[in-house]
């Protein structure tokens, strides 16, 4: 088997989850059998076991989601699900070959991996392989020179004549095996494209200009080796004459396409280069001249002359493109300047196809060869051959350097040279079986190139257990049917689970009445339809949600809810009752009799402070709540409990602001504006009031509490309430003040002192005065401020003179 087979399965399960689900594909599709139920889809798989329905469901309920089928009690071994496969018939490896080896056969070198492969398809699931490409060094090629001999070109001709030694020579650099040929065209040879005058078709040309008669297309050389041949034969070429400027390249191109045997195409590269100085005719000019038959696409070749262009329309773009395509033929087109713009448009529809300015005189045409080989050689795009109706492929490229295209870029890989080695993923997908299922065979090559990857595709479109089905079987009611996978395909014209009816029967009212339950009731209760006598009940686009019963009363999906869940997740729902799970009971399975739910961390159920009652602590003291009655919020220590985590949500600090988010995420932090919004006791479970003060001796006030959904909250106040700061200006001015006035003070008090005590000191003194006994005209302490002083030597000097 081919490798990539699981990798193939892996992506389509990836793709189909990622589909939106409109529904079960599988029930809505009413399969009557294996074989139809698995052309539905991937995900779709048939029961095969005999006891597998239930009454009142139809046969079609067998087919069903894998995953559905198992809950409904469908074992592995009875579930039929075909898986897709590949096999690699042909796989070769590529080859590995430098130039200057063993030259081998073009049949021996192998370019492309695998060769042949087949795949069985079943309907929605893609086969992916890997196809690799790697461009073989010294690779065979052959070249064929397809030029306009019409008057303008006669410059050309001249130096197209030496081309074949001179290309062989600069050939060689690319490959060792290299094979060169010549052709010529000018017009179609009726009116109005040449001069059918006697003169003119034997001289189209004017004056004393010696020219050949004119033509459409000419083999004037089959492939060959021999450069010089080439020389020679081109060298005897004479320039021919036409009445209007576009020419019959499109004629001539088609014959080389389609004529390999007279051009000597080999499987190898094809190269087909085209030499001209003027535009095109197409299909529809041929009516100018009265031509209206379209190009049949065939080969005219007799004597190496085409002898049709008279009869035949020229070919159309398309039937070109198809042409070159199927021969393998990549273009090079050497056009002059004046008419790049029309070519280059021509090369955008034609795959594989080149575009190169050619000099007046095709004096550059070795290297515009060249160029366009190495151009056209350094790209690989992958095409397919028509797929069959309802069959998709899709490509994944992964070139050089890692890069990698989806889509239609997927096809292709760029820049690569002689050596190099891409790979592309290719997916097919099957949506339906042909008609008949027969194998389909489908052909990927790399447009250029002669290999081509052949895949034979087989179709599952029916199960294995078809192959063991019973014709006319006893169990489908006396041979009116075929049985099968568990269950009978009726033959025509019958009906019913196990074919007892015919399709004349099943309106008629005798049998209505087996399927009410009374007479009041509606036939299958309105869940289903009356066949046969039986009823069948009808499905719902949930494939878990089924109607069953003798006549569609009971359903799956009717039952009580818990937590918007059918029976709580707990049970399964039977005839629209719960049926509960081990440790479940109520009408809706909530409520759980185990009492693991209800243990506190002391072991004790709903800690000695309540009764455990479906898996629930009903908490009897009312200070206490919580899953298992351990909450107490309006206990001592609570505030403290929870200062530091408080602190550090609601306000970023405290000692715990570094492992906040770790350590104080267990709480809801509800922030109010002041006091007042704070929850007050009173509501619908207790809580506790909290003050705390904070480092910087700031208050924070918040309330505590568990509400009833056993979440913890806590409601704080958003601003510190923090004692106010010294008013520092009034202190300062009245300290100076006080200083003042103090200072004030003490001078007026010491003034005071001052002139108490002068004024007792004048009282003692004029008390004094009053008292005194002496003259008050001599003061007795009186002392004269006169002093009379003698110098003791004046007398002696006088006595002396």
Known sequence: MYPHTNLSLGVYNEFASLQPSEGNECIKANAKSCGECIQVGAKCGWCTDPEFLKQGEATSTRCDELESLRKRGCSGAKVENPRGSQEALKNKTVTNRNKGAKKLRPEDITQIQPQKLTLSLRSGEPQSFNLKFKRAEDYPIDLYYLMDLSYSMKDDLENVKNLGTQLMLEMSKITSDFRIGFGSFVEKTVMPYISTTPAKLLNPCTGDQNCTSPFSYKNVLKLTSNGQEFNTLVGRQQISGNLDSPEGGFDAIMQVAVCGEHIGWRNVTRLLVFSTDAGFHFA??????????????????????????????????AHLVQKLSDNNIQTIFAITEEFQPVYKELKNLIPKSAVGTLSANSSNVINLIIDAY????????????????????????????????????????????????????ISITAKQCPKMGKPETIKIKPLGFTEELEIALNFICECDCHKNGTENSEICHKGNGTYECGACRCNEGRIGRHCECSTNEVT??????????????????????????????????????????????CDNFNCDRSNNKLCGGHGRCECRVCICDANWTGSACDCSLDTKTCLASNKQICNGRGTCECGTCKCTDPKFQGPTCEICPTCP???????????????????????????????????????????????????????????????????????????????VVETLDCPAGPDIIPIVAGVVAGIVLIGLALLLIWKLLMIIHDRREFAKFEKEKMNAKWDTQDNPIYKSPINKFQNPIYGRKAAVL
């Not at 690989?380 to 028509?386: G, H, P």
């Not at 994944?396 to 080695?421: A, F, L, P, Y």
């Not at 002041?674 to 009173?682: A, F, H, S």
């Open 284 to 317: 529809g000019d041929g009516k100018l001249g009265g031509i209206v038959l379209p190009n049949d696409g065939k080969c005219h070749l007799e004597n190496n002359m085409y002898t049709m262009s008279h009869y035949y329309d020229y070919p159309s773009i």
């Open 374 to 425: 190495n151009s056209l050689s350094s790209e690989v795009i992958l095409e397919n051959s028509k797929l069959a109706e309802g069959v998709t492929i899709a490509y994944q490229s992964r070139c050089k350097n890692g890069v990698t295209g989806e889509g239609e870029m997927g096809r292709k890989c760029s820049n690569i040279s002689i050596g190099d080695e891409v790979s592309f993923t």
């Open 508 to 553: 008629s009212e005798d049998l209505d009445k087996n399927c009410r339950k009374d007479n009041g009731t509606d036939i299958c209760s309105n869940n289903g339809d009356c066949v046969c006598g039986t009823c069948e009940c009808k499905k719902r686009e949930n494939p878990e949600e089924r109607y069953r019963g003798k006549f569609c009363d």
């Open 637 to 715: 220590g609570v505030c403290a409990e929870h200062k530091e985590c408080v602190q550090c949500r609601a306000f970023g600090t405290g000692e715990k602001k570094e492992t906040c988010e770790r350590d104080c995420s267990y709480f809801n932090l509800i922030k109010v504006k002041d006091r007042d919004k704070l929850p007050q006791p009173g509501q619908a479970f207790p809580l506790m009031h909290c003050k705390e003060r904070d480092a910087n001796d700031c208050w924070f006030y918040y309330t505590y509490a568990v509400n009833n959904n056993t979440e913890k909250e806590v409601h």
